[in-house]
């Protein structure tokens, strides 16, 4: 179908900031990228240490070499699914199909793996099935244009949908006992969890990609600008497809390390997790407009939900107070930095006579 | 206590760290919590934390077991925490089970979301001495002592037994509103009733079985759908406190479908009052979720202390309710708290729970 | 409604021939809804009995009253994902006001969850408008936090029907004439709703906030007071759908209202309601929501296993929204062969 300039109600507005609702379309992230990012990260590290600080004083257990591998355990497959997720915020797309991918590859490896199949070619269809589904997001969205906030609640619905009808009970076949001891012991050598450990592996990836090479300027460049950048000969369509069938694929992997580490698959693994992931993102400095975003952000972020987790359940701060903590360090992370732009605008404003907003 | 701030660097496996953990928990001084059972008399230890992870932290009956598991603590010179997530998952119950092993708590006393997501998690409790017993919902770790709230098989033959007597008629169509499809005990207890049917009324026809994910919107949804899709249903057991009042509830607003269909159920007297005395639901059946948090915080109490074990046989005195024998093998131990009450217009007045 | 100088000319012609043919779109909803009930009746003719059509009406009417508000924001290129946890606290808290103060007359209750939903939205609103936090951030927040103090609040205990008065418990499950009170008061609410949105002038004025935000703020539009009224409202209609929620059940824990928020979005997009805002009527939103329920229902009636219903829900989604960009594909080339050279920016 072409995507031409068509009526603006159903496409993706051009020249005005293309993705996430906002209020007046003027957008006021769109500052020199590099001085912003710096700022982010930096408050988050101010803020990490925080976390650690309150941590060790709240609780003696707290700074042990225990928790840091539990917050690797915990966090290890929510950072995986996170990364993908930051390439496509930074595209201004979204994916909230991420968790119940994750189940639906569980799922599908642990229906499998019941039926006799041998564990390696069950984890093989696992990733099979996630790059299909993300093939369908991506066709949608970037073939057919569909704006992806709707079509990737199609996704989580219909994925986990499929998982209910595979696997409707969890499996009760143990997994070979090296994979399942992936829930239980570290890395051999390290205190590090299986799955943060992959996690690191494929940050570490990411951000090459995302600040060292082309296709990381391209996907900042869409971001932006997605029609200066479709001009400029960047393949838009093509680069959200595969982001897309990247993020099923990964997403798929983390639901194999979870149904690992569980020792169990069931239809419900992951399940509400993609809000978490979003506001891990976002809580990492990714603006959801596109275009700005740092792998470093998003490692930190899930370093400080990991670490407050862990902090805020040692205490036992309730898990509702819990809920509230994680709502407000989201609500912070936008209103901060919109804070700063609020006021400069506010004081622009009384400098200058006209009634005009400024415009970007 | 100080073993290991602010290193990172280099870190031996967690096993070690356990190990090593626990041998300076031994050795530290105060009155701390003791997570191995050592040789001791016949005497429960004081000072014990125990962790109780119900599915989570809003479910009213885990509530109500939880407030028993402190009494019962309390009774003992120690202390309970309640630790869980607000999603009914495995994975938010996890956090809670790493903070017990933290805590050094000397058992966790939980209600399984799943039957065996949860044991590579307990498993490293167990590894770092943390008794492990479950109530509720089993799961199928180990090495664990299960406080089963009545005999599986004897719900299942109990409830339908009453509800074929509440019919008035051994011949039909019923169905079950329950919970969720993964829930252990859920299943157990369907698994029994479908035996009884076969076994003893073979006019009896189990439908279909509904899931109502013990939240009464779902629950409303399901059980509406099913009327439709069964006009012909003369009976409905809902094993399950959320599942039996809101079809109550849709029971007493459509008298018509109260008078052709008997409902009953596992359920709350507090919240099934009104429908009892009013005549929507004849009779149900429970037991009393707090003395089933009472009786596991003894077990666990007398496991940690080491003045019962987990062999078949053993027994251990849980104040008020008496004395209570393990029965078991090969890893799956379990005890009854005891046959389940049936609630009915003669009695319902005198519970408050 | 008056034409009034030419520029607004071939604005006011794409509107009406928008509208006839988001008429189209709702009335294919509708057509939808009968196929589905038919289909269901030939499977179960048990679907068409009175109660079971009671009950389509009874479960939609939730969803739909959350779709309207929903609307209003997702017209003005906004999003609100914490209604499923304003219905939860409004329900509960209008529950625990029922049962501390039995005395409180009935019609109270449903005053109080309007004004709990109203105060939500209302912070919403501020946040959105004056911190020019993006909608998707500020409402996923509240949804946690909210969801949080709901917890701390509801604390394990749920509201038993003992507590519930029973006038207010009648709104759940009377009818008059066979038509469910809950359904008559949604019905109610759609209608006044769907009448402003295309009468009043301020109404009209969140489709060209979504549309263009740029311009709207150029064409004098008050748009900080229009989008602030959008979140108000929805806020307000979610409080609502909270306390006939209680009526409904007679009994709320912490799970009212959970998952509520992307029920509601699926069945606003699938009502025909764009997500970048600008076009779509809360008639199609409510539509949907019942055409929604009634394939849920129509399933189950037709015994396919409830482990169905989720992937079903979510292929229909993705066909909506397909359809619905395919459509305005089609608007959109016979409007830009009609007015030759116009080009949208």
Redesign the interface.
């Known amino acids: 179908?072409s995507e031409t300039?068509?009526?603006?109600?159903?496409?993706?507005?051009?020249?005005?900031p293309p993705a996430?609702?906002?209020?007046?379309?003027?957008d006021?992230s769109r500052q020199p990228v590099w001085r912003g990012l710096l700022r982010w990260e930096a408050a988050l590290v101010v803020v990490l240490i925080a976390v650690l600080v309150f941590g060790s004083v709240e609780s003696d257990t707290f700074l042990s070499s225990t928790t840091f591998f539990f917050t690797g355990l915990n966090m290890g497959e929510i950072a995986i699914m996170a990364l993908p997720l930051l390439l496509i915020v930074m595209i201004g797309e979204i994916d909230l199909s991420v968790a119940s991918m994750l189940g639906l590859a569980g799922a599908v490896m642990g229906t499998l793996y019941e039926h006799g199949t041998p564990i390696a070619l069950a984890m093989l269809a696992a990733l099979v099935v996630g790059a299909a589904g993300g093939s369908?997001m991506g066709l949608?969205v970037a073939r057919?244009?569909?704006?992806s906030?709707?079509?990737t609640?199609?996704?989580?619905?219909?994925?986990?949908?499929?998982a209910?009808?595979i696997l409707?009970n969890p499996t009760a076949k143990t997994f070979p006992t090296g994979l399942a001891n992936l829930g239980v012991l570290p890395i051999p050598g390290t205190q590090l969890a299986w799955s943060a450990g992959c996690f690191i592996v494929l940050a570490i990836v990411t951000a090459i990609v995302l600040h060292a090479t082309p296709l990381g300027r391209s996907l900042i460049a869409i971001g932006l600008q997605p029609e200066a950048a479709e001009f400029s000969g960047i393949r838009v369509k093509r680069i959200t497809f595969w982001l897309y069938v990247l993020s099923g694929v990964v997403c798929a992997f983390a639901g194999i390390l979870f149904t690992l580490k569980n020792s169990s698959a069931s239809y419900g693994a992951g399940s509400g997790l993609e809000?978490t992931v979003?506001?891990i993102v976002?809580f990492g400095g990714v603006s959801?407009?596109g275009g700005r975003g740092t792998v470093l952000g998003v490692v930190l972020s899930v370093l400080i939900v990991g670490a407050l987790q862990q902090a805020l359940t040692q205490i036992q701060v309730?898990?509702?107070?819990?809920?509230?903590?994680?709502?407000?360090l989201?609500?912070i992370?936008?209103?901060v930095p919109?804070?700063a732009?609020?006021v400069s605008r506010l004081r622009a404003r009384a400098r200058r006579t006209s009634a005009e907003?400024a415009?970007a | 206590m100080t073993r290991f701030r602010g290193t990172g660097r280099r870190l031996p496996a967690v096993i070690g760290v356990a190990v090593v953990a626990t041998v300076l928990a031994a050795c530290s001084s105060g009155g701390g919590s003791s997570s191995s059972s050592s040789a001791s008399g016949s005497t429960v230890k004081k000072n014990l934390t125990v962790y109780y992870i119900p599915k989570d932290?809003?479910?009213?009956y885990?509530?109500l077991a939880d407030k028993g598991g402190q009494t019962a603590l309390q009774e003992l010179g120690g202390k309970v925490v309640v630790s869980s997530g607000?999603a009914d998952t495995a994975a938010a119950q996890i956090p809670s089970i790493q903070a017990a092993i933290q805590a050094h708590a000397a058992a966790i006393v939980v209600a399984g979301n799943d039957p065996s997501a949860l044991c590579p998690s307990l498993q490293q409790a167990q590894a770092a001495g943390v008794k492990v017993v479950a109530f509720d919902s089993d799961v199928t770790c180990p090495n664990h002592l299960f406080i089963n709230q009545a005999d599986t098989k004897e719900i299942g033959t109990s409830e339908v037994d009453l509800l074929v007597k509440q019919m008035g008629t051994d011949s039909g169509e019923i169905a079950i509103l329950s919970a969720a499809?993964s829930a252990t005990n859920q299943n157990a207890w369907i698994a029994a009733m479908k035996e009884q049917i076969k076994a003893k009324y073979p006019n009896l026809k189990l439908d279909?079985i509904?899931?109502g994910n013990?939240?009464?919107?779902t629950s409303?949804?399901?059980l509406?759908?099913?009327?439709?899709?069964y006009?012909n249903l003369k009976g409905i057991i809902s094993p399950t406190t959320?599942g039996i009042?809101?079809a109550a509830?849709y029971f007493?607003?459509?008298k018509d479908?109260a008078k052709r269909i008997t409902l009953t159920g596992l359920g709350l007297p507090?919240?099934m009052?009104?429908?009892v005395k009013d005549g929507t639901v004849k009779g149900f059946e429970l037991w009393n979720p707090s003395d089933l948090g009472y009786l596991a915080g003894y077990a666990a109490a007398n496991l940690a202390s080491g003045t019962t074990a987990l062999k078949d046989g053993a027994t251990f005195k849980a104040g008020k309710l008496g004395s209570y024998t393990i029965k078991g093998d090969s890893g799956a131990f379990s005890v009854v708290l005891g046959p389940p009450t049936v609630f009915d217009k003669s009695n319902i007045d005198q519970f408050n729970f | 409604m008056t034409a009034t100088a030419t520029p607004e000319a071939p604005a006011l012609a794409r509107a009406t021939r928008t509208s006839s043919l988001l008429r189209v779109r709702e009335l294919g909803i509708a057509v939808l809804i009968a196929v589905v009930f038919v289909v269901a009746t030939l499977k179960?003719s048990?679907?068409a009995?009175p109660?079971?059509i009671q009950?389509l009406l009874t479960?939609a009417a939730i969803i739909a009253l959350l779709g309207v508000g929903e609307t209003l924001v997702?017209v003005?290129?906004?999003?609100d994902l914490s209604v499923g946890s304003v219905v939860g606290i409004s329900a509960y808290i209008v529950g625990m006001t029922f049962r501390d103060h039995p005395s409180m007359p009935v019609a109270f209750g449903f005053v109080l969850g309007i004004l709990v939903g109203a105060v939500i939205g209302a912070l919403n609103g501020v946040?959105?408008?004056?911190?020019?936090?993006?909608?998707?951030?500020?409402t996923?927040?509240?949804?946690?936090?909210?969801?949080?103090?709901?917890?701390?609040i509801?604390?394990?205990?749920?509201i038993?029907?003992?507590s519930i008065p029973n006038g207010f418990?009648a709104v759940?499950?009377k009818t008059v004439l066979g038509v469910p009170w809950l359904f008559l008061v949604v019905a109610v609410v759609v209608a006044v709703v769907g009448y402003a949105m295309r009468s009043y002038r301020a109404a009209r004025d969140l489709y060209a906030i979504?549309?263009?935000?740029?311009a709207a703020?150029l064409a004098g539009i008050p748009?900080v007071r229009r989008?602030f009224s959008a979140f108000l409202i929805s806020g307000a209609l979610a409080g609502l759908a909270g306390a006939l929620?209680l009526a409904?059940?007679?009994?709320?824990?912490?799970?009212?209202?959970?998952g509520y928020e992307?029920l509601v979005?699926?069945a606003v997009?699938v009502g025909g309601v764009?997500?970048?805002?600008?076009?779509g009527t809360v008639f199609g939103a409510a539509l949907a929501a019942l055409l929604l329920n009634t394939i849920?229902?129509a399933?189950?009636?037709?015994?396919v296993?409830?482990?169905?219903?989720?992937?079903?829900?979510?292929?229909l989604?993705?066909a909506a929204?397909?359809f619905?960009?395919w459509l305005?594909?089609r608007?959109?080339r016979s409007?830009?062969s009609a007015e030759g050279a116009h080009?949208?920016?």
């Not at chain 1, 996430?20 to 003027?26: D, F």
């Not at chain 1, 609640?153 to 499929?162: A, D, K, P």
């Not at chain 3, 996923?140 to 701390?152: E, F, K, Q, T």
């Not at chain 3, 509801?154 to 749920?158: A, K, L």
């Open positions: 179908m300039a068509t009526t603006p109600a159903a496409s993706r507005p051009a020249a005005t996430g609702p906002s209020y007046t379309g003027v006021t369908l949608l057919t244009g569909l704006p906030i709707a079509v609640i199609g996704g989580l619905t219909l994925f986990r949908g499929i209910e009808i409707p809000l979003v506001a976002l959801i407009f309730p898990a509702e107070v819990q809920n509230i903590i994680t709502g407000a989201l609500l992370s936008v209103v919109n804070a732009d609020t907003p415009r | 932290t809003q479910n009213p885990e509530v607000t499809a279909t509904v899931y013990d939240d009464p919107a409303l949804t399901v509406q759908g099913l009327l439709s899709a006009p959320v009042s809101t509830q007493s607003t459509h479908v507090s919240q009052k009104s429908y | 179960n048990a679907f009995h109660h079971s009950q479960g997702i003005t290129r906004n999003v946040i959105v408008t004056v911190l020019r936090v993006p909608s998707l951030v500020v996923l927040a509240g949804l946690y936090i909210i969801r949080g103090i709901d917890g701390l509801v604390h394990g205990v749920t038993d029907p003992g418990q759940g499950y979504g549309s263009n935000p740029e703020e748009t989008v929620f409904l059940h007679a009994q709320v824990d912490v799970t009212a209202g959970s992307l979005i699926a997009v764009a997500i970048f805002g600008g076009s849920n229902q399933l189950v009636s037709s015994r296993s409830a482990f169905w219903t989720d992937a079903i829900a979510g292929a989604l993705l929204i397909a619905d960009r305005s594909l608007v959109a409007l830009t080009r949208d920016v």
